[in-house]
């Protein structure tokens, strides 16, 4: 089967005439100064790291953290977080496959992170249950902090594989101007400005970001829209005090697909093959968020800040779906089902920072005290409806994406929620130095309550699921820094995760519970040129809520007893030379259902857990000669074979390899008229690598077909 992606000629005429021609209809305005056409890549007084919510090194923490810079965001030409992570190790991307570009899913060290995404430190709410979630775009990423393990004790709610927090470009003093252009496979059309600076000569400093970008699917007669405008506002109230204000607007028309297909379409179709129905494909989802940051020095040591953010949401979809007993293998024939789904929410994150440094004897004590708040209201509403006979009598092999009449749907079945959660979290770190010794301890305490009030036309679903959790997390470490650049390290954290709801035989669910024992170390050469972290982790979580296996809707949940992930995982980077320098990490995950209600998943492996992933990605820079100004990047990315579904019964999910590169070009090698100008050429999945996800073999998605794209990015 023949699915390569050929490059229109037409399109990448344009594309060549772009790159060559807008630096020098922009000449007339670019400065002199050298020092402008730097990218700006300071994080700002009110940034904090991820590990430890403070502005200390995440390499004193003791625990792994991968960090991921906007530059390889750029020379990669990533649409979304899950293509961030691909590189990232123990993180499994893009569970729901390729052309489902409506979430960000993935998983870390084996645990589902897919509704506690972190934006600049503070959670972005999810319409628990549904499909709603901000997503933010990669145009407004300066960096993205992966941090494993728990991490409770400063976030609250949280799984214990660990989080991701995304962090924002920021206002910067230097004034700086970049304008990008982008086409590519799908009819990519793509205009982008990111523009900072000082206004005037006054305190405040300026960032707009816009973006703006078109595709077609990779599925068949769907589409990908989205508009972006993220601006912000520094203001240097006095020499301490620094106020931002910052909004970040997003609209997507349109989002692709969000549908499944049976393992045999999977095996016999190709990656842009539609199970759906033209006149009922509709994905719409609109993220307003404002907020503001407060960083107040009180002296030289002690500071506070305080971090806060409004958002208001909405999301429709038309949509279809099918079940297991709907699917005849031989014939083809799919019986399919129409709903919909029309989701708001508004909520209201902030989060209180206190920090500061004391000095008893040879201890040096860091100290964190915070307490944050978030509340999410929120509503759905889902209706299915019957259509005309002819759009029952559709073909998986012979798919006919037009059967359906809107003219003669009625609706059979609705199902409304009222959704409201709040959370209320107190903590406590102190990180103690003391020579080459780095000691953690920190601990939280968290009010946790939800209510779900269910009404539908089928009294099966009806009532009110709540919770009413408090919970203390805990977590204490140490590390040393040797002479000759390793650090050993040692920790034990723990995790909590409400739980709302009831199990299939009625009871409620208790709140999922986790820990993890981490021992590795850091190394980091006297130069900076080499690093590498090595760590073994072992988790253990508790009642975990997992879809029950035996449920053809999906909509049941059972509570198993007891988790454990354990692995080991080595991620290192390495300046070969001044000019080449390579990134490579391994991550062995050994997964387990331990105990459980239900006995036939006990010695089960959960879903989307590869025992094995490698990545490697490569950077050559060409700084003199007929190439100066080049670069050649290219990575692979390995993911082991997977369990087919919960049960372990249906086989597995293939291993697959995936190859792609990255060439850049500093036009101003060519002419000084063409200073600040870069052009991107990036492929995807270079060799056309055709691979899948499933939930089982009913439910599975296609990978990532081959994809091009060349941008042209003009900074000034």
């Given at each position: 089967m023949?699915n390569?992606?050929t490059?229109?000629?037409?399109?990448?005429?344009?594309?060549?005439?772009a790159?060559?021609?807008?630096?020098?209809?922009?000449?007339?305005?670019?400065?002199?100064?050298?020092?402008?056409?730097?990218?700006?890549?300071?994080l700002?007084?009110a940034?904090?790291?991820?590990?430890?919510?403070t502005?200390?090194?995440?390499?004193?923490?003791?625990?792994?953290?991968?960090?991921?810079?906007?530059?390889?965001?750029e020379?990669?030409?990533?649409?979304?977080?899950?293509?961030?992570?691909r590189?990232a190790p123990?993180?499994v991307?893009?569970?729901?496959?390729a052309?489902?570009?409506?979430?960000?899913?993935?998983?870390?060290?084996?645990?589902?992170?897919?509704?506690?995404?972190?934006?600049d430190g503070?959670?972005?709410?999810?319409?628990?249950?549904?499909?709603?979630q901000?997503?933010?775009?990669?145009?407004?990423?300066?960096?993205?902090?992966v941090?494993?393990?728990?991490t409770?004790?400063?976030?609250g709610?949280?799984?214990?594989?660990?989080?991701?927090?995304?962090?924002?470009k920021?206002?910067?003093?230097?004034?700086?101007?970049?304008v990008?252009?982008a086409t590519?496979?799908?009819?990519?059309?793509?205009?982008?400005?990111?523009?900072?600076?000082?206004?005037?000569?006054?305190d405040?400093?300026?960032?707009?970001?816009a973006?703006?970008?078109?595709?077609?699917?990779?599925v068949?007669?769907?589409?990908?829209?989205?508009y972006?405008?993220?601006?912000?506002?520094?203001?240097?109230?006095?020499?301490r005090?620094?106020?931002?204000?910052n909004?970040?607007?997003?609209?997507?028309?349109?989002?692709?697909?969000?549908?499944?297909a049976?393992?045999?379409?999977i095996?016999?179709q190709?990656p842009?093959?539609?199970?759906?129905?033209?006149?009922w494909?509709k994905f719409?989802?609109?993220?307003?968020?404002?907020?503001?940051?407060?960083?107040h020095?009180?002296n030289?040591?002690?500071?506070l800040?305080?971090?806060?953010?409004?958002?208001?949401?909405?999301?429709?979809?038309?949509?279809?779906?099918h079940?297991?007993?709907?699917?005849?293998?031989v014939?083809g024939?799919?019986?399919r089902?129409?709903?919909?789904?029309?989701?708001?929410?508004?909520?209201?994150v902030?989060?209180?920072?206190?920090?500061?440094q004391?000095?008893?004897?040879?201890?040096?004590?860091?100290l964190?005290l915070?307490?944050?708040?978030?509340n999410?209201?929120?509503?759905?509403l889902y209706?299915?409806?019957?259509?005309?006979?002819?759009?029952?009598?559709?073909?998986?092999?012979?798919?006919?994406?037009?059967?359906?009449?809107?003219?003669?749907?009625?609706?059979?079945?609705?199902?409304?929620?009222?959704?409201?959660?709040?959370?209320?979290?107190f903590y406590?770190?102190d990180?103690v130095?003391?020579?080459r010794?780095?000691?953690?301890?920190?601990?939280?305490?968290?009010?946790?309550?939800?209510?779900?009030?269910?009404?539908s036309t089928?009294?099966?679903?009806?009532?009110?699921?709540s919770?009413?959790?408090?919970?203390?997390?805990?977590?204490?470490?140490?590390?040393?820094e040797l002479?000759?650049?390793?650090?050993?390290f040692?920790?034990?954290?723990?995790s909590?995760?409400?739980?709302?709801?009831?199990?299939?035989?009625?009871q409620?669910f208790?709140?999922?519970?986790g820990?993890?024992?981490?021992?590795?170390?850091?190394?980091?050469s006297a130069?900076?040129?080499?690093?590498?972290t090595?760590?073994?982790?072992?988790i253990?979580?508790?009642?975990?809520?997992?879809?029950?296996?035996?449920?053809?809707?999906y909509?049941?949940?059972?509570q198993?007893?007891?988790?454990?992930?354990q692995?080991?995982?080595?991620?290192?980077?390495?300046?070969?030379?001044?000019?080449?320098?390579?990134?490579?990490?391994y991550?062995y995950?050994?997964?387990e259902?331990?105990?459980?209600?239900?006995?036939?998943?006990e010695g089960?492996?959960?879903i989307?857990?590869?025992?094995?992933s490698a990545?490697?990605w490569?950077?050559?820079?060409?700084?003199?000669?007929?190439?100066?100004?080049?670069?050649?990047?290219a990575?692979?990315?390995?993911?082991?074979?997977?369990?087919?579904d919960a049960?372990?019964?249906?086989?597995?999910?293939?291993?697959?390899?995936v190859?792609?590169?990255?060439?850049g070009?500093?036009?101003?090698?060519?002419?000084?008229?063409?200073?600040?100008?870069?052009?991107?050429?990036v492929?995807?999945?270079?060799?056309?690598?055709?691979?899948?996800?499933?939930?089982d073999?009913?439910?599975?998605?296609?990978?990532?077909?081959?994809?091009?794209?060349?941008?042209?990015?003009?900074?000034f």
């Open positions: 023949d390569s992606t490059f229109p000629r037409s399109t990448l005429a344009l594309a060549l005439l790159t060559f021609s807008l630096p020098t209809i922009a000449s007339d305005h670019h400065s002199s100064d050298s020092t402008q056409l730097e990218e700006v890549t300071v700002g007084k940034y904090r790291n991820t590990a430890t919510k502005a200390l090194e995440p390499e004193e923490t003791p625990q792994g953290i991968t960090v991921i810079e906007g530059e390889l965001l020379q990669r030409a990533v649409q979304s977080v899950s293509q961030a992570l590189y123990g993180v991307t893009e569970q729901k496959g052309a489902v570009t409506m979430y960000d899913n993935f998983s870390i060290r084996g645990f589902d992170t897919n509704n506690v995404n972190y934006y503070l959670v972005l709410p999810f319409l628990v249950g549904w499909n709603l901000p997503q933010i775009d990669p145009i407004a990423i300066q960096q993205i902090e941090f494993k393990g728990p409770s004790v400063l976030y709610s949280m799984p214990p594989g660990g989080m991701v927090n995304i962090i924002a920021s206002p910067q003093q230097n004034e700086q101007a970049s990008g252009l590519g496979s799908r009819n990519l059309v793509e205009v982008s400005i990111d523009t900072t600076g000082q206004i005037a000569q006054s405040f400093s300026y960032r707009l970001i973006l703006a970008r078109k595709q077609d699917s990779q068949d007669g769907a589409q990908e829209e989205r972006v405008i993220a601006p912000s506002l520094d203001w240097q109230a006095s020499d005090t620094l106020i931002n204000v909004l970040y607007y997003q609209k997507d028309p349109a989002m692709g697909i969000n549908s499944s049976p393992l045999e379409v095996n016999n190709s842009s093959t539609s199970l759906g129905d033209e006149d494909s719409e989802r609109d993220v307003l968020m404002i907020g503001y940051k407060i960083n020095e009180f030289d040591t002690w500071s800040l305080q971090n806060a953010r409004y958002m208001d949401a909405s999301l429709y979809q038309e949509n279809t779906y079940r297991g007993t709907s699917f005849n293998p014939t024939s799919l019986a089902n129409i709903y919909t789904t029309d989701e708001s929410s508004k909520s209201f902030i989060d209180n920072q206190v920090s500061g004391m000095i008893a004897g040879d201890w040096q004590h860091n964190l915070g307490a944050d708040y978030q999410l209201t929120g509503d759905s209706k299915e409806y019957t259509a005309n006979a002819e759009f029952y009598g559709f073909n998986a092999y012979n798919p006919d994406n037009s059967l359906l009449d809107r003219s003669k749907i009625n609706e059979a079945y609705r199902e409304s929620h009222d959704i409201d959660y709040k959370q209320l979290g406590l770190q990180q130095r003391t020579g010794l780095v000691l953690l301890a920190g601990g939280r305490y968290d009010l946790f309550t939800s209510s779900d009030d269910k009404v089928s009294p099966t679903y009806d009532g009110k699921d919770s009413d959790h408090k919970q203390f997390s805990y977590r204490v470490g140490a590390l040393y002479d000759n650049g390793i650090s050993p040692l920790s034990y954290a723990t909590f995760e409400p739980a709302a709801g009831t199990d299939v035989n009625g409620s208790k709140p999922q519970i820990e993890q024992v981490e021992i590795g170390m850091k190394y980091m130069d900076m040129s080499q690093s590498l090595a760590s073994y982790f072992h253990t979580k508790n009642d975990t809520i997992v879809a029950d296996p035996s449920d053809p809707s909509r049941a949940k059972i198993v007893g007891e988790v454990t992930s692995g080991v995982e080595l991620e290192g980077q390495m300046f070969l030379t001044d000019n080449w320098d390579v990134q490579a990490s991550a995950i050994d997964m259902i331990k105990k459980a209600y239900d006995p036939n998943l089960t492996t959960p989307y857990v590869p025992k094995h990545m490697a490569t950077n050559y820079y060409v700084y003199n000669g007929a190439f100066e100004g080049a670069r050649i990047g990575g692979a990315r390995y993911v082991g074979e997977m369990e087919m049960s372990n019964t249906q086989g597995k999910v293939p291993a697959y390899t190859v792609d590169m990255s060439l070009y500093e036009l101003g090698g060519v002419s000084e008229m063409l200073s600040g100008a870069q052009a991107n050429l492929v995807n999945n270079l060799f056309d690598q055709e691979y899948y996800s499933c939930y073999k009913t439910n599975c998605w296609f990978g990532a077909e081959q994809s091009i794209e060349l941008n042209v990015n003009y900074n």
